[in-house]
């Protein structure tokens, strides 16, 4: 794939005028809901790339993370109980109502495409996973970062998938790689869209967009809320810690389920990713009965240990007795399953 396919597509006039429509944007960039500080000074680079640097050992396990493969027989039984499938970072296979949903694909073995240095994922092969997977009823992209719009993946995906349910400004992109723009939803914060029997709202969350120097706050970010006749889950997108969590479950709440990130946090953009401790307490916030952390066992794009995510997550749901479950990469999990936290990710050093 040509570096210039990567950054996606640039501004079209038709993306303009449904932006002004939105309550986010001003100024010509979107905004998240409170003031928010979206990266570092200058003054603070030299700490940045010798912390980012200095750790890459630690950033990776010692082996690579296996993908169990996909079981046909037991994800395909029509018993429409809520199950899902994570595939390391926050990549989701997610079955509701008897309909299959991926959510942010990003399949492919490295997350800075357009980097000197490339972000290589702690598991080989994740790409050919895109050819054992059931039929797809949708895919939802939460936000245009490349670690969840993955543009090798998209492509395997576009002959295969005939709803799209993406962030408002994101529908350039999937255009330009090839898809039909009939076949794309884009959708504001609070918009809600229906898949025969599943109910989907975009909700807020505080982070950031942009595949470009020039892109930044040019499409919008946020998360997911899925309900059925029987059970609402919560997928919190990217973003940092903030007072929509509260909102969100006083309105939509309680939650079955919540993906929560995890993962990819540093001291100098704490205000756009929440910390491990931060995670468990958005989920408490949002009323999540069970949290599952995603954002992490899949690439290094922060200076910490590559399971560090994991260990302060179970730490503080232990601590306030609140309900998860780590899956391994590629495992199956119904929602009336056991609970479990197994340990899994202290095997690859």
């Not at 979206?38 to 790339?49: D, K």
């Not at 240095?117 to 797809?136: C, N």
């Not at 953009?269 to 468990?280: G, L």
């Amino acid at each position: 794939m040509s570096l210039k396919a990567q950054f996606g597509a640039s501004l079209r006039k038709q993306d303009l005028e449904k932006f002004k429509k939105s309550p986010a944007w001003k100024d010509k960039k979107f905004h998240n809901l409170s003031p928010t500080f979206m990266g570092f000074s200058l003054g603070n680079l030299p700490e940045v790339l010798k912390d980012n640097f200095s750790k890459r050992k630690a950033k990776m396990p010692e082996k690579l993370l296996p993908i169990k493969k996909f079981d046909e027989a037991k994800f395909g039984k029509e018993d429409l109980k809520p199950k899902f499938i994570w595939y390391g970072h926050s990549v989701l296979l997610l079955q509701l109502a008897g309909k299959n949903i991926l959510i942010d694909p990003m399949f492919g073995d490295d997350a800075s495409p357009i980097a000197p240095i490339k972000t290589k994922r702690f598991s080989s092969g994740a790409l050919d996973i895109i050819d054992t997977l059931p039929p797809i009823d949708a895919i939802i992209i939460t936000h245009d970062h490349y670690d969840h719009l993955d543009l090798i993946s998209i492509k395997k995906l576009i002959p295969r998938v005939k709803n799209w349910f993406v962030a408002l400004g994101i529908s350039r992109h999937l255009v330009k790689w090839g898809l039909d723009e009939n076949l794309i939803t884009e959708l504001d914060w609070w918009d809600q869209v229906q898949l025969e029997g599943v109910d989907i709202t975009y909700t807020p969350s505080r982070h950031f967009s942009g595949r470009g120097a020039f892109d930044r706050a040019q499409s919008l970010w946020g998360g997911f809320i899925f309900k059925t006749a029987n059970h609402t889950i919560f997928h919190s997108g990217d973003g940092g810690y903030d007072t929509h969590f509260k909102s969100i479950g006083e309105q939509f709440g309680p939650f079955d389920l919540m993906f929560v990130e995890c993962g990819q946090y540093y001291k100098h953009w704490a205000q756009i990713h929440m910390f491990p401790e931060q995670s468990v307490q958005a989920g408490i916030d949002a009323k999540a009965s069970i949290l599952v952390p995603i954002h992490w066992g899949g690439f290094g794009l922060a200076p910490h240990d590559w399971k560090e995510p994991i260990e302060r997550f179970t730490k503080a749901a232990k601590e306030k007795d609140q309900p998860i479950f780590t899956p391994e990469l590629g495992e199956i999990w119904t929602l009336e399953d056991e609970l479990k936290v197994n340990p899994w990710w202290e095997k690859y050093g």
